[in-house]
């Protein structure tokens, strides 16, 4: 038996306004960082009313990170500037490696009765941030549910939880991306890798988190964890629904703009101008459009 991750900190997420005017909660983001390192930023969609949504994140650019959307109910459609599409659908995930750079937009469509999902960013490291970009794209029957031990279930998007692995693969940071459900009366000790940054993020219901001194953490909050090598939670008279995630710190310097993270000033602004000047994507067909809404800058993320 290892350590406990004690409780780091407990975090309520907070109502903000993103793309072209998409409302969300924001779980974590730039104010804080390093303290997710690797990951940059955790965004919660979900409204009954599609006025908070349907604008959408029209074409924006992404270089240096990985966006990784996670859809429970509803529909986004996807279409990037290399001719790539589709449909983010219930249950699905997308692993999107931005790499040094797509051009993309994400629309989420009328959902009944809501929309619901999450897009969490990892940052890549200095080697890995212009790397050729990639998806994974992951159909709900495709995430595999296990039971780890007797009232658990996790649906391992990346990872492996009891032998059984998920399908995102080959991943710089080494992360595990996990949907893990609680039964009442239950204590679920799940073991991660010590040095990791590791997090969660409750869905549903309550649940007790850390050890001895463990803290209490409802819906919308985000619990990040201290060093161990086991993240317990305990379930008192409902059960808990959270993502679990953690990944390898990168350890490096982080110049943030908005959609575009690199390592220092320079590349940012390198970044900016390649995509102001129409040479940001680095490879494939050149089917890039230009965007005819507002730059990156002032509908971006940060
Ligand atoms: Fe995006």
């Avoid at 349907?54 to 270089?63: D, E, N, S």
Wanted: overall charge neutral; some cysteine; charged content about 20%.
């Amino acid at each position: 038996m290892g350590t406990i991750r004690a409780v780091d900190r407990l975090m309520q997420s907070r109502p903000t306004i993103e793309g072209a005017g998409v409302k969300l909660k924001r779980a974590f983001g730039s104010p804080h960082l390093p303290l997710f390192d690797p990951f940059l930023l955790l965004d919660d969609f979900h409204s009954d009313n599609p006025e908070d949504y349907l604008a959408g994140f029209p074409m924006h650019p992404h270089r240096g990170i990985e966006t990784i959307t996670y859809l429970l109910q509803g529909r986004v459609l996807h279409k990037d500037s290399m001719g790539h599409s589709g449909a983010i659908e219930a249950g699905d995930v997308q692993w999107m490696t931005a790499g040094g750079g797509i051009i993309h937009e994400e629309m989420p469509q009328v959902s009944q009765p809501a929309l619901w999902g999450f897009q969490l960013w990892a940052n890549l490291p200095a080697a890995q941030k212009m790397m050729a970009p990639r998806y994974q794209e992951i159909r709900r029957d495709q995430i595999p549910a296990v039971s780890p031990a007797p009232g658990v279930t996790v649906h391992v998007i990346c990872g492996r939880v009891a032998g059984v692995e998920g399908p995102v693969r080959e991943i710089v940071i080494d992360p595990e991306y996990l949907d893990v459900t609680v039964a009442p009366q239950t204590q679920y000790d799940h073991p991660v890798k010590a040095g990791h940054r590791v997090f969660a993020y409750v869905l549903d219901g309550e649940g007790r988190f850390g050890g001895q001194d463990g803290r209490s953490a409802g819906v919308e909050t985000v619990v990040l964890f201290a060093d161990g090598d086991v993240v317990r939670v305990a379930v008192a008279g409902r059960a808990v629904r959270f993502l679990l995630v953690s990944g390898k710190p990168i350890g490096e310097p982080i110049a943030w703009g908005g959609p575009i993270v690199m390592n220092t000033r320079e590349e940012l602004t390198r970044a900016f101008e390649e995509y102001r000047d129409g040479t940001f994507l680095q490879a494939g067909p050149s089917t890039a459009r230009r965007p005819t809404r507002p730059g990156p800058q002032r509908r971006s993320r940060n």
